[in-house]
C-alpha cells in the first residue's frame, strides 16, 4: 500500500508557505540611512547660508544717533541725551553716530521718544522762529497748577483783574504758548512753602508788551493745556 506525497506530515522545522498578499513593506533601516543622511546635508547647508547672511548683514550694520530719554520741543541737547544704536538697510536720513557733535547745543523741534533714532531735520539752531519771542515769566503760588509744568507743556496766560483792583475780568493774552524751560518750583520740597517758580514761554512777538506788563504786576495766571494743542507759534520750521 502506497501513500501519496500530500498525505505526508510536515517535516520539524520546515518553514511554513508565506501568503501571498499585496499589502507593502515597510522600509528596513538600512533604505532609511541614505534619507537622513540626504536631509541632514540640506540642513548644514541651510544653516551655513543664514550664518552666511548673517555675516553679510552685520558687515552693513553702522551706528546712529538716538536718544535716551524723552526730548521735549524747545530743548537744547547735550550730550546727556543722547546714546549710539545701530541699524542696516536704508538709513539715509539719520544721524550717523560720528556726527553727533553737529546737534550739540541746538534745539528740539518736536517731540522726540527715548529710544528714537534721529535726523538733522529734528533739530535747529535757533529756538526762536521770525515772528516770535522767548519770555520769562516768574510765577507764584495759586497762579499756576500745583503740578509742576515742565518744558514742552501747552499753556494759556490770563490776565487777571489785581486784588485792589474794582471791576474788570479775566483776559485771555496768549491762547497757547508752548513752555521752552522752567526752574525753581511753587512749592519748597522741604517746608512745603509757597515760592517762585520760572517759566520761559515762546510766545508770537506782538505779544511781548501785554504779557511783561501782566507779570511784572503779578496778574499773570498759568494755565496748562492738553498737548494735543498746538500752540500759537512753534520752533518747528513744519509746523509754522
Known sequence: MSFSSSNRPQAAGARAAKPSGSGRRLPGSRERRPALAALAVILILLGAAGSTLIALRSGDRQYFVVVKKNVAPGQQITDDDLSRGDLAGATKQLLLWSDRDSIKGKYATGWIYAGQFVSEKNFIADPVPEDGALIGISVDSGRAPAESVGVGDIVRLVRVPAANQEGGGAQVIVQAARVTNTSGSLTDGKTGASTTA???????????????????????????????????????????
Open 198 to 240: 520760572n517759566v520761559t514761554v515762546l510766545i508770537k512777538d506782538d505779544k511781548v508788551t501785554n504779557v511783561a506788563a501782566a507779570a511784572a504786576a503779578k496778574t499773570l495766571v498759568l494755565v496748562k493745556l492738553a498737548d494735543s494743542v498746538k500752540p500759537d507759534i512753534s520752533n518747528d520750521p513744519g509746523a509754522r
